[in-house]
């Protein structure tokens, strides 16, 4: 088997297993600073036990984002040594940045969050969940920002040593603010939280389902939804900013995320179909004219160029990259959808009676772990065959002495070991939801109960 698609396969399966959790770990430290920071100001046990209950789950799926991540660092140097000494630079400077300033930032701060509730004040624990929350997105922010600069190179030269070619950084904030790193974090991000609230609602739905921690699941579930509601609509915009850039950056791959094929004519826009890229046609699909054309240039007769204007050997898989953008598409259009819907039922108080609703809303935390994924797929396929845009392509950046048995060996090898951490993560996880919230009804009766005793006496 091909040494080069061994080697992109086996980086896909570990940066899509690792994918996973960081998401999750992002969103819900934004829950855990809402949910914190309504128990200081209104000083309801509810909240407080909220937040040590989701403060578990934050602390597993923290846990397993930096088990499977370190693996990727290995992959580098191994069967990417071409593309690691192409990229070091500016990759050294970004990973360091973010161990700096953010991953020293969220670790420093976690075990306070995780052990210190009473071992610190109210507000020096809030402080610390802020801290945990922002040094998660920072940490997002470096990452996307080393990704960025491979779908934008700037600010850097090429040297050449002994004929071995390197980008060299000439200007850091040039390359940190490539034009692509802050349309690109602020759609992963809010893809995180969204990531976040609609585990949260999850969990949420489940216990009304099954009538348990009924207070406890009402205001968890709001809270969730909000978060949910906000992430979603900001996810529409920064997505539509997203494509703009890729409009005009790397326009090959925006003509194969809607297979337009015409050189330099109006765009379409696709609301599903399926590309038969021989033919140069979208089968069993509908599409609105003229549309694409529209967002890019406000002008509907806009021309934009097309699949045909670029070199067949500079394009991406157009059916495969189609495909994923539009499913990614329709998945955030769903969200919107169920976060209104959702705080409809609650108006109406009718979210606790809508048994399929609440089934709908269990099985809604799968729907932006895929959007998440399928987004991944879309940018980093369909930049292909460029590892880094217009510089190296992917072929290129490959091991020179690794084989194709050494990579089918460790392939295999990972995909046992990560399939057991998923088994555990599962396991883990559903031990923590099925024991609750610490019984957080008992333990508010029972502080009721305190509270009227002390004030007979």
Same mark, same amino acid.
Do not use: C
């Given at each position: 088997?091909?040494?080069?698609?061994?080697?992109?396969?086996?980086?896909?399966?570990?940066?899509?297993?690792?994918?996973?959790?960081?998401?999750?770990?992002?969103?819900?430290?934004?829950?855990?600073?809402?949910?914190?920071?309504?128990?200081?100001?209104?000083?309801?046990?509810?909240?407080?036990?909220?937040?040590?209950?989701?403060?578990?789950?934050?602390?597993?799926?923290?846990?397993?984002?930096?088990?499977?991540?370190?693996?990727?660092?290995?992959?580098?140097?191994?069967?990417?040594?071409?593309?690691?000494?192409?990229?070091?630079?500016?990759?050294?400077?970004?990973?360091?940045?973010?161990?700096?300033?953010?991953?020293?930032?969220?670790?420093?701060?976690? #075990?306070?969050?995780?052990?210190?509730?009473?071992?610190?004040?109210?507000?020096?624990?809030?402080?610390?969940?802020?801290?945990?929350?922002?040094?998660?997105?920072?940490?997002?922010?470096?990452?996307?920002?080393?990704?960025?600069?491979?779908?934008?190179?700037?600010?850097?030269?090429?040297?050449?040593?002994?004929?071995?070619?390197?980008?060299?950084?000439?200007?850091?904030?040039?390359?940190?603010?490539?034009?692509?790193? %802050?349309?690109?974090?602020?759609?992963?991000?809010?893809?995180?939280?969204?990531?976040?609230?609609?585990?949260?609602?999850?969990?949420?739905?489940?216990?009304?389902?099954?009538?348990?921690?009924?207070?406890?699941?009402?205001?968890?579930?709001? %809270?969730?939804?909000?978060?949910?509601?906000?992430?979603?609509?900001?996810? *529409?915009?920064?997505?539509?900013?997203? $494509?703009?850039?890729?409009?005009?950056?790397?326009? #090959?791959?925006?003509?194969?995320?809607?297979?337009?094929?015409?050189?330099? $004519?109006?765009?379409?826009?696709?609301?599903?179909?399926?590309?038969?890229?021989?033919?140069?046609?979208?089968?069993?699909?509908?599409? %609105?004219?003229?549309?694409?054309?529209?967002?890019?240039?406000?002008?509907?007769?806009?021309?934009?160029?097309?699949?045909?204007?670029?070199?067949?050997?500079? *394009?991406?898989?157009?059916?495969?990259?189609?495909?994923?953008?539009?499913?990614?598409? $329709?998945?955030?259009?769903?969200?919107?959808?169920?976060?209104?819907?959702?705080?409809?039922?609650?108006?109406?108080?009718?979210?606790?009676?809508?048994?399929?609703?609440?089934?709908? *809303?269990?099985?809604?935390?799968?729907?932006?772990?895929?959007?998440?994924?399928?987004?991944?797929?879309?940018?980093?396929?369909?930049?292909?065959?460029?590892?880094?845009?217009?510089?190296?392509?992917?072929?290129?950046?490959?091991?020179?002495?690794?084989?194709?048995?050494?990579?089918?060996?460790?392939?295999?090898?990972?995909?046992?070991?990560?399939?057991?951490?998923?088994?555990?993560?599962?396991?883990?996880?559903?031990?923590?939801?099925?024991?609750?919230?610490?019984?957080?009804?008992?333990?508010?009766?029972?502080?009721?109960?305190?509270?009227?005793?002390? #004030?007979?006496?």
């Amino acid at each position: 088997m091909d040494t080069a698609f061994l080697a992109r396969l086996q980086f896909a399966f570990t940066i899509s297993f690792h994918y996973i959790y960081p998401p999750l770990s992002i969103g819900l430290g934004l829950v855990l600073v809402m949910m914190e920071g309504m128990y200081l100001k209104t000083k309801d046990k509810k909240y407080e036990e909220m937040t040590r209950f989701w403060v578990k789950i934050f602390s597993l799926t923290f846990a397993m984002g930096v088990a499977t991540g370190i693996v990727m660092e290995f992959e580098f140097g191994t069967n990417w040594a071409t593309y690691s000494r192409f990229v070091g630079d500016v990759f050294g400077s970004a990973l360091a940045s973010e161990g700096i300033f953010a991953f020293f930032l969220e670790s420093g701060f976690l #075990a306070i969050l995780v052990f210190g509730w009473d071992k610190v004040s109210p507000k020096l624990h809030f402080f610390s969940t802020l801290m945990v929350s922002i040094g998660s997105m920072l940490s997002a922010l470096w990452i996307v920002v080393a990704n960025s600069w491979q779908q934008t190179p700037s600010g850097f030269h090429i040297v050449h040593h002994n004929n071995i070619a390197r980008a060299e950084i000439t200007d850091f904030w040039a390359m940190v603010l490539n034009p692509s790193s %802050i349309q690109r974090f602020s759609h992963t991000v809010s893809g995180a939280w969204l990531s976040g609230a609609f585990l949260v609602i999850s969990v949420s739905a489940f216990y009304l389902l099954k009538k348990q921690h009924t207070e406890f699941a009402k205001s968890s579930l709001k %809270i969730g939804l909000t978060v949910a509601l906000f992430a979603s609509l900001f996810q *529409l915009f920064t997505g539509h900013q997203s $494509a703009a850039e890729v409009s005009t950056m790397q326009p #090959a791959k925006l003509a194969a995320f809607e297979a337009h094929f015409d050189s330099l $004519a109006p765009a379409n826009m696709h609301l599903f179909g399926w590309v038969n890229e021989k033919a140069q046609t979208v089968n069993y699909g509908i599409q %609105i004219p003229g549309l694409l054309s529209f967002l890019v240039h406000g002008d509907t007769k806009a021309p934009v160029r097309g699949i045909n204007s670029f070199p067949k050997n500079d *394009l991406p898989p157009v059916n495969f990259v189609f495909q994923t953008y539009h499913f990614m598409v $329709a998945i955030g259009m769903t969200l919107i959808l169920i976060s209104l819907l959702s705080f409809y039922f609650i108006w109406k108080n009718k979210i606790v009676e809508n048994k399929w609703w609440l089934r709908i *809303l269990v099985i809604s935390v799968l729907l932006p772990e895929i959007a998440n994924q399928l987004g991944w797929f879309s940018a980093e396929v369909g930049r292909q065959p460029w590892v880094v845009y217009g510089l190296l392509r992917t072929s290129e950046g490959l091991s020179k002495a690794v084989e194709s048995g050494q990579i089918v060996f460790s392939l295999v090898l990972f995909t046992f070991i990560y399939l057991l951490l998923f088994v555990l993560f599962i396991f883990l996880l559903d031990h923590k939801i099925k024991a609750g919230p610490g019984h957080s009804e008992e333990i508010e009766s029972e502080y009721d109960k305190q509270k009227e005793l002390f #004030a007979k006496h």
